[in-house]
């Protein structure tokens, strides 16, 4: 369990178990945030995404892309997710950085989701600058070890603050913000079937998700015509990862055909369960 203290920042944690279930606890407070308000536009945006024909000289998935990030950023804000006032910027669609409300403290988080969109729903699409955590996957035709080593920083630096007494003032001691980075993917055919919500590990997390090409809950390896060898989010795995069944949410319309709101349920685990969202589990 986490120390019941006041914190600032994910590194005031001490380096093991209780850092792993804050880091653990921050992103699924933050996914549960998110996916209440999607559940709250759903009625909206299935309105929005079946009926608005794709404009002249815009191909169907640059247009599906652009609804995808007027929803992400909707959601944000109808979350009440308010920035600092600084302004950073970032490979993502929409990126934050705020102080997160907890239990344990308001925590200095860095947080970026990002819109995808697909006819598919297995696996997500980050590009390769928004991998939350080195990924190193084992090709399954070939045997070979695929490894991609760029990511988003685990954390960035805020503004200092002042520790100790009055006589030492001067003394000052770095806030980071923890990066959290989540997915918001648009599965249709053509209509909207589902929203998916995804909640990538942070880099820390790395020694339970992937910390080799034989031990992965979450990556997985092509193909793409571009690259065969690309690396991907493979839903299934982490939605079936034995810590956190809860990182992989899917908000489905019962019946594609009609313009109505999503389904709102909760996944969480273990086991993996569905919880309406009156009940949250502890």
Same mark, same amino acid.
């Given at each position: 369990m986490v120390p019941a203290t006041h914190i600032q920042s994910y590194l005031d944690v001490p380096p093991g178990p209780q850092r792993i279930a804050l880091v653990e606890q921050v992103e699924r407070q933050t996914l549960r $945030? #998110? !996916? $209440?308000?999607v559940q709250e536009l759903s009625l909206y945006f299935k309105r929005l995404f079946d009926t608005t024909p794709v404009p002249y000289g815009v191909s169907k998935s640059a247009h599906t892309a652009r609804l995808?990030?007027? #929803? =992400?950023?909707? +959601?944000?804000?109808?979350?009440?997710? +308010?920035?600092?006032?600084?302004?950073?910027?970032?490979?993502?669609?929409?990126?934050? =950085?705020?102080?997160?409300? !907890? =239990?344990?403290g308001t925590l200095a988080q860095d947080l970026r989701v990002d819109a995808k969109a697909s006819t598919e729903r297995s696996r997500i699409r980050p590009s390769a600058s928004q991998f939350s955590m080195p990924a190193t996957i084992t090709e399954p035709q070939s045997g070979?070890?695929? $490894?991609?080593?760029? !990511?988003?920083?685990?954390? *960035?630096?805020?503004?200092p603050r002042v520790v100790g007494g009055p006589k030492r003032s001067e003394r000052t001691q770095a806030i980071a913000a923890i990066t959290t980075v989540i997915y918001v993917h648009l599965h249709y055919k053509p209509l909207l079937k589902? *929203? #998916?919500?995804? +909640?990538?590990?942070? +880099?820390?997390?790395?020694?339970r998700y992937n910390p080799s090409s034989a031990v992965n809950h979450i990556w997985s390896v092509g193909p793409e015509p571009n690259d065969p060898r690309a690396v991907r989010l493979n839903i299934g795995l982490l939605s079936a990862n034995p810590y956190s069944p809860w990182r992989v949410q899917e908000l489905r319309y019962s019946d594609p055909r009609e313009i109505s709101f999503a389904d709102p349920l909760w996944i969480d685990g273990p086991p993996r369960a569905g919880h309406p969202f009156a009940y949250i589990p502890a």
């Open positions: $945030q #998110l !996916t $209440q308000s995808a990030e007027h #929803l =992400v950023r909707s +959601a944000v804000d109808r979350a009440n997710i +308010a920035p600092i006032d600084d302004f950073y910027e970032g490979d993502f669609d929409v990126r934050r =950085v705020r102080w997160c409300p !907890t =239990v344990f070979r070890v695929v $490894q991609n080593r760029r !990511t988003v920083n685990p954390h *960035i630096v805020l503004r589902s *929203i #998916l919500l995804v +909640a990538s590990p942070h +880099a820390y997390l790395r020694r």
